[in-house]
């Protein structure tokens, strides 16, 4: 321990100690170890202090004359390793084999350490100004910084402030300063981040006022954050979501294509849609009704949460008939209860709504009509509202989508059973979310449930949350946020962010809009067209040549439904994002510190959106460490590099990495008939990759929790080359209540320059098809159980 205080010291927080000092009435009086935690008690307040691993220490400020509040909305993990504590006559190192804290005894100054490199330090420290309260840090010139929830702000958001309180901007477009989802989170490219665990509102300032120092001010609540580090991106942005929870795996029909507007009015509306989608056909997995289910008018029935029934007179067997034909039924719901609903005096009876503080419920006008509010937070509310849920559950329905739920309106002076609606406002869709995760683990255990919802907070991943953008203009300004909004709340744990494919508000009709944002959605978490019904987002509804590309895009979005689930199972696992940034490339570059006309969906496709209007060319940045492969046409591009790539109609620009492995399914109509006994797997060859490995994960696509049941299968794919002999492996790892059933493979291997000399399927000649244009070579592998295959192919 000794030894690594003096490498701490040798870092130089010694001559940083002026730039760095804190509140200078802060004096420090003891520091004592504790079980779990070390407690600094100063002038003013205490510090507890907590590792919870190697790269994640947590810090509470309790002034004094105040206690300490335990509780946090987002943290799910348990402390896993101690720390280790070294005293001096200046300063006190409280060290973990990781991160370090290194707290200057006079003047007080607390900084963090991560393998030898200060990440950051408290800058004043916790301060109190007005009815605000506040905690700020150091930065670093040239430091770039994400976060602050869903924004569409610029990729480095340094020099802004950002309110951090949930709120809709209807009809945004290029930029939006405040969205739906205030996550009190700030990732640095120093490869760090600090969460803010306090949903309170607030405000997160990166450096707009003091351009060296990060703000976070709020009302009250919590004076606790975790600093979390990293080695890369994706270890971050994993440890952020150990943290906070993980993504459950959604049900495998999530994956698919949506049918959803504003709004579907009647059974025979849904009907004739999906006869249509059956006609053109178009694949489509669930219908999602708007706020019609309930009612003929917009206004004045919020909150009847029981079909219309003359509109929908059977709803059971709509239900029923959609399932039969692979159609999942999604509904609305809001949290508002409409004085005129039907349920409005069962809300009052029942007391499940939020109150004045006499304690009658608080009524209120919004756009809907005269209004309470339900209460997420009070276990009287929360009960009865999953026992909506779950009475629509059982008429057949399997998904749902939570509306207004930052909630759009919601008043200071109304009250919740935890507090006021400052204190809890920004984590109501959170509260939300949780009633129907924890209702499906409790009555429906083995089912994965689909929460579409508006607005939520750090950690609502873990409920199985799938965010969208809000109510995007219709616009290509509207597209153009898209990209950013989606890769920065990836980075921050939320990773199912998609956007309304085409756009959502005003009556814009534009077929090559509506067409480039459906090929963007592709390469999206959700794919899911819904707009205000003046201009259809259906593409059963668009023109000819519109359709016609719409259906390219979307049958591209099936056959893609390996590598996408397996996207979906690195997220449950390891936290990583779907859509990631270039930066976690190139995390060195200045250029992708600030990049978001690119992205790479997953770690081996490099996705270009087209956003603007009648563009004929784009140039195209591709990633520095390997080359890279047009996915339409195989030409080759040097990693690095810069082209301006020709657009065509038919498709944005997509390029695989070298080296991947992407496995392809045969097009299906709906996911419930979807199989992997073939794949076609593309192997993406090339001279500089000597070795390389890819995945393919599968189950039966509903199960919760399969892969922990052992209900799984994982296909792990690698390539090999030594001389002229390429060797390509397959092995099946199968979980042991899961058949492993038989397996057919095309596979496909790019950038070959010549007809091979020899091709052996696990040890026995193959015949194979060599195409000297595209400078491909296919073999069909037959169906085999076998654990492991080899093709050896002679170059």
Known sequence: MKNHTICLLSLGLLASQAAFAQNAERKFETARAHAGHLEIVTSDGTYLIRPYSQQIMETSFVPRGETYDPVSHAVVMAPRVKASLSTSAQRIVYATPGMSVVVTKSPFQIAYVYQGKTLTAEKHGYARNGKMESLDFTLAPGEALYGAGARAAGMNRRGKTFTLYNKPHYGYKESSMQLNYSIPMVLSSKLYAIHFDNPQIGELDFGSKDPNALRYDTIGGRKTYQVVAGNNWNELVGNYTELTGRQPMPPRWALGNLASRFGYHSEAEARATLDKYAADKIPVDAIIFDLYWFGKDIKGTLGNLTFDKDNFPNPVKMISDFKARGVKTVLITEPFILTTSTKWQEAVDSKILATTKAGAPYTYDIYFGNTGLIDVFKPEAKTWFWNIYKGLHEMGVEGWWGDLGEPEVHPSDLQHVNGSADQVHNIYGHEWARIIAEGYQKDFPNERPFILMRAGSSGSQRFGMMPWSGDVERSWGGLQSQPEIALQMGMQGLAYMHSDLGGFAFPYLDDELYVRWLQYGVFQPIFRPHGQEEVASEPIHRAEAAKALARTAIELRYRMLPYNYTLAFENNQQGLPLMRPLLFQEPTSKLMQHYAESYLWGNDLLVTPIVTKGQESKLVRFPAGSAWFDFYDGSRHPGGSNT????????????????????????????????????????????SIKRSSGKLYDDDGKTAGAFEKSKYELLNFTSALSGNELRLTLARQTGKDYPATARSFSVVVHNVDAKPGTVKLDGNDIASNYDAASKSLTIQAPSSTAGRRELRIRL
């Open 644 to 687: 301006m790539v020709k657009l065509v109609p038919e498709h944005i620009p997509v390029f695989v990495r070298a080296g991947a492995f992407i496995p392809l399914a045969p097009l299906v109509q709906t996911t419930r008939d979807y199989s992997t006994s073939h794949i076609d797997l593309h192997y993406y060859h090339d001279r």
